[in-house]
């Protein structure tokens, strides 16, 4: 099969994790009268996108156990962790490149520069945007952020950056206003999530945003309602396909269904009485979900619940884990970032995804919370003191008035 091309990536990324074949699409049904279909996707080089899809498959594999809804971005994930990523040196660097996927900071904006410059769709009924922006600490002059790391940043990621003051609560609201626009309004962000701290001084977020229909829309006087794990009411979109290609892999059903511009929307349906979490635990089990299986061709009767839902993930556990711990320790290196010590101290993700008989919304938003190392402890000299010969004293007020002063040449006891 060949490699998926990347305006696929963005569909699948707000739900599971990146595939990375793609298919023509599915004839449309007989009963159908389809809208045209964009003639030409985007590809992406095969290279270029190898790290990117190991890191989905990882980090999907590490978030989403299946046992609850979870909605993750791992592309908005990826961009966020990439522009922290241009300002570390080190080891620092070395293992948020390892992470990413890239062999140096070049082949990461190659990777970078190559997403943001395809993942874009405009159209009346059709919206993919990729925005980035870096929030800095004013601190009149006394911290001072590399020209070339900004640089960099607005170059490769074109990326916003704003000075604030983040002990004024004027600056959370414009961080959360900023994620609004760009979301679309879809995201009700959480109060604790714009709660910034003292020694705060960088904050870097990415935001994704998908609105497509389907390429055939379901037909609202088909739904039904049912049951859902033989105990939820909800109502189910009904449709046929006939003559598309359906894929049977060890243990489920794989399906897509096509958007109008983005790319499609495909779905995993284990067999009956196999669990979905005994298909998910490792990034292998869930590549072999998205991408193994034999296809089949066949008349499919789809019915798809309606669904509309908001997700959150703390990454830092994640992340650390995945093998970037020394980034956010006081041993981590951001010194092509700014001229003090930083670590990360919060990445946060927040979205949106629903569905509906005419097609996908989807958003999400990334929060890397850059934070002042605390002072590195100085290695100081091993000095004894030992008061055994006369000695000088002096007593102060608190404000330096001497008070006292004298000499003990005999020390007497009290009495």
Known sequence: MKRFV????????????????????????????????PKELPYFPVPVIEGYADFSDVLSAKLIDGTENK??????????????????????QTDMLKLLGAGSPEELRNICGAMLGSLSVDTEESTLALAN??????????????????????????????AVDFSETKTAKQIADWITKHTHGKIKISEDAMQFEPDTIAVLINTIYLKDAWRDEFYEGANETGLFDGTQTV????RKDNGVTIVKGDGFLRYSLPL???????????????????LL?????????????????????????????????????????????????????????C????????????????????????????MVVMDECAAMPEELPEI????????????????GTVLFVGTVTEPTPAK
């Open 281 to 337: 635990g490792t990034p292998e089990k869930l590549h072999a979900l998205l991408n193994d299986g034999e296809e089949l061709r066949a008349n499919v009767s789809v019915k798809l619940p309606k669904f509309a839902f908001q997700d959150r993930f703390d990454l830092n556990d994640a992340l650390e884990a995945l093998g970037i711990a020394v980034a956010f320790s006081d041993e981590a290196d951001f010194s092509a970032m």
């Open 384 to 399: 004894d003191f030992h008061l055994t010969r006369p000695f000088l004293y002096v007593i102060e007020s608190y404000d």
């Open 260 to 278: 109008l511009r983005v790319g499609r929307m495909t779905f995993v349906l284990p067999d009956e009485g196999t669990p979905l979490a005994s």
């Open 133 to 162: 922006s870096i929030w800095l600490a004013d601190r009149g002059g006394k911290l001072n952020f590399r020209e070339a790391y900004l640089k960099e940043l607005a170059e490769t990621y074109r990326s916003e950056a704003n």
């Open 71 to 92: 909605n993750l971005s791992p592309i908005s994930v990826y961009l966020a962790l990439a522009m922290v990523a241009e300002g570390a040196e080190g080891q620092t």
């Open 235 to 238: 109502e189910y979109m009904n």
């Open 6 to 37: 990347c305006m696929l990536c963005a569909a699948l990324l707000l739900l599971c994790g990146c595939a990375r074949t793609f298919e023509p699409s599915p004839a449309p049904a007989a009963n159908t009268d389809p809208k045209e279909a």
């Open 339 to 366: 001229d003090i010590p930083a670590k990360i101290s919060r990445v946060i993700q927040e979205s949106y995804i629903g569905v509906d008989e005419k097609g996908v919304e989807a958003a999400a938003y990334t």
